[in-house]
């Protein structure tokens, strides 16, 4: 009987290479044909993932464009979803004034009117003051105070805190119709110190305190723009006045 054989393995791996041969096919060149043949499927996933996107991202309709876009503007990166807004009949019951009222200063010139029938914080300011500016010196003193008062005092009454009680005093000279804002009590007095000819007083309109609540319950009430734009008679007053007017101002904001 021949004696067994004896192969150490360790010896065979270091000594001897392993070689595995795989047969190699040889790679055809990429021709013009080739890539003509590419282009079509290319084609085809552009396609498809266009027609995904659209199918999560549908195209808003043109309505709420029009309202988006006035009150978006150009400003990018400010979405519809973040802009709140009420409708008219929150705007009037937060300005503590009757529909025909409202109507009346609109057709007077006294205020512009929205045109797609929704309005923001500053609108709600606005008739607020003008409200409480035609109690005190009666429409056609405040018809002709207003325009050039505006700005000033809602960008006054905007700054004013929610939480805290605020003080802010519309003062009018009723025999020039010039108007000054005060926020203390020693402004006043300065005000109302100084000589004046002829001698007459000063009308002092309070505003801080209304125009602060009605903020507050702006935001109590206030939707997103696309929740009141879903509104038919929203849609239908967009669609007919295309955004000019009063709002398409604040295109440029």
């Known amino acids: 009987m021949s004696a067994p054989l004896v192969v150490d393995l360790d010896l065979l791996v270091e000594d001897v290479p392993l070689e595995i041969s795989l047969p190699l096919g040889i790679t055809p060149p ?20 266009e027609a995904r996107a659209a199918c999560r991202n549908p195209e808003p309709s043109p309505a709420l464009c029009a309202i988006v ?10 979405s519809a979803d973040s802009i709140r807004v009420v409708g008219e009949a929150d705007l009037l019951d937060l300005a503590r004034v009757a529909r025909t009222t409202w109507q009346n200063w609109v057709r007077k010139g006294v205020i512009e009117d929205s045109d797609v029938g929704v309005y923001r914080e500053d609108d709600v300011a606005e008739v607020v003051t003008v409200t409480l500016l035609v109690d005190g010196v009666g429409l056609r003193r405040a018809r002709a105070i207003w325009p050039a008062s505006r700005e000033h005092v809602i960008g ?3 700054a004013l805190d929610l939480e805290e009680p605020g003080d802010l005093l519309l003062v009018v000279d009723p025999y020039s119709w010039e108007t000054e804002l005060c926020s203390t009590a020693n402004e006043l007095w ?15 309109v309070p505003v801080a305190a209304r125009i602060q609540a009605a903020r507050r319950a702006f935001w109590t009430r206030a939707q997103p723009v696309p929740e009141l734009a879903k509104d038919r008679r929203r849609r239908a007053r967009a669609g007919k006045k295309g955004g000019a007017g009063k709002n398409a101002s604040r295109q440029a904001d």
């Open 30 to 49: 990429l021709t013009a044909a080739s890539l003509d043949a590419l282009q079509p499927v290319e084609e085809g996933a552009i396609r498809r993932h």
């Open 69 to 78: 876009g006035i009150f978006v503007g150009t400003s990018m990166g400010t």
């Open 156 to 158: 006054a009454g905007l």
């Open 190 to 204: 300065r005000m109302i110190g100084e000589p004046l000819d002829p001698p007459r007083a000063r009308i002092v």
